[in-house]
């Protein structure tokens, strides 16, 4: 299933400026899931968005004047915004579930290349663990073929 801008805003709490998700493009349920009744059945769940880096985004402005790089608590925004998608098929209605999310931690984070704008940047979040309303990710983005960051979040998500 893809999701546009406009579902995105009606799934995310998040509004422009700190919205780091354009679309989602994939959200895959494990092998033999179709409809999870629990959280443990999201275990394995992988989620892919985009985002597109441009000069108008206000943070650039001032990291760093004349040398625009996209900072790396940006990043890991990003990543824990894509990773909220992981809990999506176990709503009943997605787009109107009042949805409250909060990223409790970030671990392991690498940042391996600069993000500048003009990048077109895809977002993974595999859900690797599930506790209730907490959620572990495996999270990384790329830009083409090429890694550019990754982290593990731990995320709560209440609905």
């Given at each position: ?9 009606d799934?995310l ?6 919205l ?24 394995g769940?992988?989620?892919?968005s985009?985002f ?8 650039l402005?001032g ?22 998608f992981?809990i ?5 209605d997605?787009?109107?579930c009042?949805?409250?999310v ?16 003009g990048?077109?940047?895809?977002i ?10 907490t ?7 790329l ?14 998500a209440k609905?």
């Open positions: 299933m893809k999701l546009t801008q406009e579902q995105v805003k799934f709490p998040h509004r422009e400026p700190f780091f998700v354009d679309t989602v493009e994939s959200i895959e349920l494990p092998e033999g899931v179709t409809k999870p009744k629990s959280s443990k059945e999201l275990v769940t992988i989620v892919k985009k597109k880096v441009t000069d108008k985004l206000e943070i402005k990291h760093f004047p004349g040398n625009p790089i996209l900072p790396g608590v940006v990043q890991i925004e990003m990543m824990a915004q894509t990773a909220s992981g999506f098929y176990l709503l009943e997605p787009f109107n009042d949805l409250e909060a990223l409790l931690s970030c671990s392991n984070a690498k940042f391996r290349k600069p993000v500048k704008p990048m077109d940047l895809e993974h979040a595999q859900m690797t663990q599930a506790r209730g309303l959620f572990s990710y495996q999270c990384k983005i830009s083409g073929d090429e890694l550019i960051s990754e982290t593990e979040i731990l995320a709560w609905h």
